[in-house]
């Protein structure tokens, strides 16, 4: 049984082509975070906002903890909705205390009651000794741990979070997707995160849905999205890879590309004709005696890796884009250079 179901929601605004989202359908269990993840303008935000309740759908329905909180007929308003939204920028109250902050969303409940959540979430967030300070007087990191305390205080059915790692330098934004899980975990509370970033939405998601135009692309775990991307808008989304097309074998697992023949990590269920693969970057070994053999481009250090694109011998004139591949940093690599590699079948794939 889902616990929040969106069915065929579509938005379009008045004055622009296609909708900016596109009859999405989605499931989420109870405790489930998810996260919504594609490029500016794919309609993840105007998606999130349609669940708060600040935008309208113009078909379709929502429905949370088997509640129907918006159909044709129906549109409960944003407070009605047991919804704890945290934004972009935070949206704290300058002139408030983080205490008074985070009980803000608690005027209906009775003072006693209200002191002990605001304790209990402050503790939640590793913030019980910060109650008096200002918004002013707090880290990015832990102005958004009180943002996350605040949505979290009159316990909602849902948190939404929109692009919540954005405004955090690299080392912050890593600590705060082991925090922020940690936190909507404790809490069991289920959440839908907006981010145009892949390494967010694998580090803190159960379950990602990428999307672009409006269109829900795929819906599956990180690791499965990674391994096995539907089809190459997924692939190049969610990582580097290298897409190339060939014909299946009579054996339903070897593909015949312009490099040689590249093998699946396990048979096709079907016979295709023509098909498209997806190849990583570190997928591709360099190797003494590889199967593959090229001429290397350009080399790009990076940090854990350095990227080198080879151009393969059996190549028919330079049309082709060259290989990626990931090499380690301590080869010695240089442009012109011959090098052989092999291909790892587990990080091929068949896509659309
Ligand atoms: P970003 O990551 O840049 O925020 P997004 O994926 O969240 O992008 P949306 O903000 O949902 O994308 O926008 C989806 C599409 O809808 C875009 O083409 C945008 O221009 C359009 N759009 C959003 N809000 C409105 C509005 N109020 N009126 C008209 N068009 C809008």
Redesign the pocket.
């Known amino acids: 049984m889902s616990f929040i179901q969106l069915e065929n929601i579509t938005?379009a605004?008045?004055?622009?082509g296609r909708p900016?989202?596109d009859k999405l359908s989605l499931k989420i269990k109870e405790g489930e975070i998810i996260s919504?993840l594609?490029?500016?303008?794919?309609?993840?935000?105007?998606?999130?906002?349609m669940i708060a309740g600040f935008?309208n759908p113009s078909s379709g329905s929502i429905h949370i903890d088997g509640a129907t909180i918006v159909n044709e007929s129906r549109i409960l308003p944003p407070e009605k909705r047991g919804i704890g939204m945290v934004f972009q920028d935070y949206a704290l109250f300058p002139h408030m205390t983080i205490q008074k902050n985070v009980m803000f969303g608690l005027n209906k409940w009775k003072t006693r009651e209200k002191k002990a959540r605001v304790k209990e979430v402050l503790e939640l967030v590793g913030l019980e000794e910060y109650g008096d300070r200002y918004p002013t007087q707090l880290s990015g990191g832990q102005q958004q741990r009180v943002a996350l305390a605040r949505a979290l205080a009159p316990k909602p059915h849902v948190v939404l979070m929109?692009?919540p790692f954005s405004n955090l330098d690299a080392g912050l934004r890593e600590k705060m997707r082991f925090d922020v899980t940690n936190i909507l975990r404790r809490a069991n509370t289920t959440a839908i995160i907006?981010t145009?970033d892949q390494k967010d939405a694998f580090a803190v998601s159960d379950r990602v849905v990428v999307?672009n135009e409006?269109v829900i692309q795929q819906i599956a775990a990180p690791k499965e999205m990674y391994r096995c991307p539907k089809n190459c808008f997924v692939a190049q989304f969610v990582g580097k890879t290298n897409i190339l097309t060939g014909k299946m074998d009579n054996d339903l697992r070897n593909i015949h590309t312009h490099i040689g023949k590249v093998m699946l990590p396990e048979e096709s269920k079907e016979r295709l004709e023509s098909v498209t693969l997806s190849i990583r970057p570190e997928g591709c070994m360099l190797s003494e005696k590889g199967a593959f053999c090229g001429v290397v481009d350009r080399v790009t250090y990076g940090g854990e890796y350095q990227e080198l694109h080879v151009r393969l011998h059996n190549e028919p004139g330079l049309s082709k884009a060259p290989m990626m591949i990931y090499a380690p940093v301590e080869q010695d690599v240089e442009i012109g250079s011959i090098v052989s590699f092999d291909i790892k079948p587990e990080l091929v794939a068949l896509v659309e």
């Open positions: 938005k605004f008045t004055g622009s900016a989202v919504l594609g490029p500016s303008g794919c309609g993840k935000t105007t998606t999130l906002r935008e929109d692009e907006v145009h999307m409006g």
